[in-house]
């Protein structure tokens, strides 16, 4: 049961999978906390706030994760200290991947978690709060599970971007064999490689196949989400 | 419940200003659309905060805009039924019915969960995702709901005018029920006097974000500078009457105005299987015509005597009161107060027909044309 894939496309496949699944884990809780910021609260600074949480969505990634390696390296200010007070080196590891992957999707989570978030009827947050319910349980207990499908959505398309990821991973995480080398890296390796050109076919179909996955298997959970919090479209 | 209320809101180009003592347990706020109605629900339940006074509510200070006071809306404990229902549709209806119970501690619950189910008859829907109700089912979930939160004070925002005659028909009884059996003080805004009258007399009137008026509906309805604003939905005389004597083999009941003295007048309506229950029944002030003596040879059967107690001018119209045992609206044209010579204390007859008597939905009882036949 090999598909024809060689151990080392097995590996890329495996890593990509717990990549990308990291990275929609990962960008969740924060993408949905400003998109709820952004789509219901009044604050000075939310125009440049807004376009900064864009930014990743428009920079070229190889900058984005060049920046991440400043940041995040045994030298950087995040990086040297989580060295220092945990001992954790993120760069050039799986881990690196993961927050290269999650800043480039954030947006596309943020985006999906908003508009779902604006489209929660306001008049259902004022009834909660008629009923005694105080603002942070009303955005638990009504907003949050009326945004669900998209915050779903959103996890679903930052999980689909994570396994596209290069430009950003590349700088950061480096390509290391079945450490960090995720579908993408492994095709770009095969296609530098004399008479990888087979290798490289695979590869790109195993992508085309995964991407669909996600994306079907998105569309029946979201159908399911919305069927459940009873707002069909 | 007793609210004090002095309000200044602005919503854009709009200004609503109020200052207001309310007594009692239930009053109704009328007035056309944009004058201000909804805006003044909001400021009491805290989801609008207006631009300055004072709001309190059985002697608690809710707003006072000098002190930088608000309580917010979920400490206020004033619930609210929303005209659209607002139902969570992620929720069952159980889950609708216990949202507010949830919140509250078990101590401060004054409200049962089986005794609203029961009252308002949705125990059959308990389960049901929201999604499946129809509108009177989803305007019952709303008071059910409201109500399992035990509110210090109930408002009503046009609760029933997304429904049609029917259901309406079918929700005012449970209204009604509810003020009656859990006492939760009511505040009901409607556009539609029918509505409000079922519940209570007291009425503020509003319009063009001022009080225009403020009292019972009948002193209401004799003062110039507000009967307009009434007379512009139809004013209405509410009749309660009671069953006096079931005569089912010639088809008739006798009817007595409830609280009259045994000797007083009694009508007779067809007999309809209503029990012993008072009911309440609507009639016109255009629909009864005066008559100096009693008419004979007449479709018109029912005539009443009584005594003129006062003559309002309105427009070119004439509102007189007339006493037939309880004060009766009755519009008449200057033409005929000028014919009949009508002053106050002259005794006369009111007509009307049996169809101009509407049947306001009493207790557990659809409504229905209750024609009076004689008297």
Excluded at chain 2, 77 to 91: C, T, Y
Excluded at chain 2, 182 to 205: A, K, N, W
Aim: charge should be neutral; proline fraction near 6%.
């Amino acid at each position: 049961m090999s598909f024809g894939l060689g151990p080392e496309e097995w590996a890329a496949l495996r890593l990509s999978a717990m990549v990308a699944m990291w990275c929609a884990l990962a960008v969740a809780a924060p993408g949905t906390l400003f998109a709820w910021l952004l789509a219901r609260r009044q604050f000075a600074g939310k125009g440049l706030l807004d376009i900064l949480l864009h930014l990743p969505l428009v920079l070229p990634p190889v900058a984005v994760g060049y920046l991440l390696l400043l940041v995040c390296g045994t030298n950087g200010p995040v990086g040297g200290w989580l060295k220092q007070a945990f001992n954790i080196e993120i760069v050039f590891t799986w881990k690196a991947a993961v927050l290269a992957s999650a800043v480039i999707a954030f947006p596309l989570m943020l985006r999906s978690a908003r508009t779902a978030i604006e489209l929660v009827d306001r008049r259902l947050e004022e009834a909660a709060r008629t009923l005694g319910a105080t603002p942070l349980r009303t955005v638990l207990t009504v907003t949050l599970p009326l945004a669900l499908p998209g915050i779903f959505a959103g996890m679903v398309l930052a999980f689909a971007r994570s396994l596209g990821e290069f430009g950003a991973t590349i700088i950061v995480a480096g390509n290391i064999l079945g450490e960090t080398q995720t579908l993408p890296l492994a095709l770009f390796s095969m296609l530098q490689r004399p008479g990888g050109e087979g290798g490289a076919l695979r590869l790109m179909v195993i992508s085309i196949l995964l991407s669909y996955g996600a994306l079907a298997l998105s569309e029946l959970v979201a159908r399911r989400l919305r069927h459940m919090v009873g707002v069909e479209r | 419940m007793k609210l004090d209320l002095c309000l200044e809101c602005a919503r854009g180009d709009f200004r609503l200003a109020v200052d207001l003592h309310l007594e009692g347990n239930a009053a109704g706020i009328f007035g056309p659309s944009g004058a201000g109605k909804t805006t003044l629900l909001h400021a009491l339940t805290g989801l609008l905060h207006p631009r300055s006074g004072r709001i309190a509510l059985d002697g608690e200070v809710l707003y006072d805009s000098k002190m930088s006071l608000r309580v917010p809306p979920h400490r206020r404990r004033i619930g609210m039924v929303f005209q659209d229902a607002r139902l969570f549709p992620h929720l069952s209806v159980a889950g609708n019915l216990r949202y507010g119970e949830r919140l509250l501690p078990a101590d401060e619950r004054r409200i049962h969960f089986n005794e609203v189910v029961e009252l308002l008859e949705i125990g059959g829907l308990l389960e049901r995702p929201v999604r499946h109700l129809s509108g009177g089912e989803r305007q019952r979930v709303a008071l059910g709901r409201a109500l399992l939160a035990s509110p210090r004070l109930l408002l009503l925002d046009e609760p029933l005018s997304s429904l049609d005659r029917r259901l309406k028909a079918q929700i005012l009884p449970y209204l009604r029920r509810v003020h009656r059996t859990l006492g939760v003080p009511l505040l009901i805004v409607s556009h539609d006097l029918g509505d409000i009258l079922h519940l209570t007399d007291r009425l503020i009137i509003l319009d063009h974000g001022r009080v225009a008026g403020h009292g019972r509906y009948l002193d209401l309805a004799r003062d110039p500078r507000v009967s307009g604003i009434l007379r512009s939905s139809g004013l209405l005389n509410v009749l309660r009457l009671r069953p006096v004597e079931h005569r089912p083999e010639h088809g008739v009941i006798l009817l007595a105005f409830a609280g009259a003295p045994p000797d007083a007048a009694t009508v007779v309506a067809p007999y309809h299987d209503g029990g012993d229950g008072e009911i309440d029944v609507a009639l016109r002030p255009e629909d009864i015509a005066l008559a100096l003596e009693r008419v004979e040879h007449i479709s018109i059967q029912n005539q009443l005597p009584g005594e003129i107690v006062s003559i309002h001018q309105a427009d070119s119209r004439i509102l007189c009161v007339v006493n037939v045992g309880t004060d009766l609206l009755v519009d008449i044209t200057y033409q005929a107060l000028e014919t009949l010579e009508l002053v106050p204390g002259k005794r006369v007859w009111c007509l009307f027909k049996a169809h101009a008597l509407q049947s306001l939905a009493s207790d557990g009882e659809n409504p229905s044309h209750i024609p009076i036949v004689s008297v």
